[in-house]
């Protein structure tokens, strides 16, 4: 006898919802936990990207990296130049122009250690880092690659906050606002959240702290020789042939002394040939330290000290200065045409340009 009414279900069918449900909740725990690996990955990305921009950043606030203008670089003719020594010179001659764009650098990283700032901070440091990079590609710095990997860097960082940026761009809602979640424990996130703070403070005021305390060495030398020279009077007799002829013609001491008492030295000789090094100041005795005679394009590193000997110096009545020692007798007197790049002031008054 049979019995009217609705069909029974499949077995099947009543477990259909359970698995479903169990299935949905094993892909969103792996969802969260691919999202938050990206976000360590993220994180780990910012903090390495924030500590090279520290380094590089506050190097150029205290001016440190490409140093400042200085008399032993007068004597360098600009054919003689490396395009790198051109960039570095083109910087160490402005200290403000050098100093902000170590700021920029500083506050880019500065903004990426902190959660609500870091698409700020990519941001810049993608933008600080394209100009590096293309000042590297066009004056053959050699860290090329790094500058580049830092720009690729602040991309990938800036990638999630796109959607939002590209919103406000176009004028739309941008929605709430997203924060990096490298830790996704709500008890140790409360904890980190305000230690992560704390850390990043430490970690800009802290290193620019050791950079500003590294950059006390740097101080002028004293007394009336820095400067740069030409030489009106020798003892020695000239060579047979101008190419053979080794006296010296003009030369240059440094006005800053860089942390172990030395400054730099030029030297161009009568013959064209120019030497640079290091000179030390004891008294009425100056210590030189000369590098290699610069050779055509021959690499040629600082410090790469070949000849040492000590001159005794003296300042005369009418304010040449004698120097004497090995193979040098010589008087010196200040020559103004070769550091007046050094001596030009500024003024915002119009006066009649200069442009050679």
């Avoid at 700020?120 to 993608?126: D, E, K, Q, T």
Wanted: aromatic letters at 10%; hydrophobic letters at 50%.
């Amino acid at each position: 006898m049979s019995t009217d009414g609705p069909a029974s279900e499949p077995p099947t069918a009543e477990l259909r919802d359970p698995i479903e449900k169990l299935d949905a909740q094993r892909q969103a725990r792996r969802q969260n936990l691919l999202v938050t690996l990206a976000w360590m990955l993220h994180w780990v990305l910012r903090m390495g990207l924030a500590a090279m921009l520290l380094v590089y950043g506050w190097s150029k606030v205290v001016l440190m990296q490409m140093g400042v203008g200085d008399y032993g670089d007068a004597l360098t003719q600009f054919g003689e130049m490396s395009p790198m020594g051109l960039l570095w010179r083109f910087m160490a001659y402005s200290p403000v122009v050098q100093c902000l764009a170590g700021v920029a650098e500083v506050l880019a990283a500065a903004l990426l250690l902190f959660r609500r700032t870091v698409w700020l901070g990519a941001l810049l440091a993608v933008a600080d880092m394209t100009v590096v990079f293309l000042l590297n590609m066009a004056y053959d710095v050699p860290v090329k690659q790094l500058a580049g990997i830092m720009g690729a860097a602040g991309v990938v960082i800036l990638l999630p906050f796109l959607p939002r940026l590209l919103r406000f761009a176009a004028g739309r809602a941008t929605g709430p606002a997203l924060l990096p979640t490298p830790i996704p424990w709500p008890r140790l996130a409360r904890f980190t959240r305000w230690l992560g703070a704390i850390v990043a403070v430490v970690a800009v005021a802290g290193s620019g702290a050791v950079f500003v305390w590294s950059a006390q060495g740097i101080s002028r030398v004293d007394g009336p020789l820095p400067g740069v020279y030409r030489v009106v009077e020798d003892a020695r007799e000239p060579a047979a042939q101008l190419a053979e002829d080794d006296r010296w013609q003009q030369v240059a001491f440094g006005q800053w002394d860089y942390h172990d008492g030395r400054g730099r030295v030029g030297i161009r000789y009568a013959n064209g040939d120019f030497q640079g090094g290091t000179y030390r100041l004891d008294g009425d005795t100056v210590t030189l330290s000369l590098d290699r005679i610069r050779e055509g394009s021959q690499p040629l590193g600082r410090n790469d000290y070949v000849a040492g000997f000590d001159l005794t110096w003296e300042e005369l009545p009418d304010g040449r200065i004698a120097l004497t020692g090995d193979r040098v007798d010589i008087v010196i007197e200040s020559d103004a045409e070769a550091r007046y790049l050094f001596d030009r002031d500024f003024s915002w008054d119009p006066r009649p340009p200069i442009n050679w």
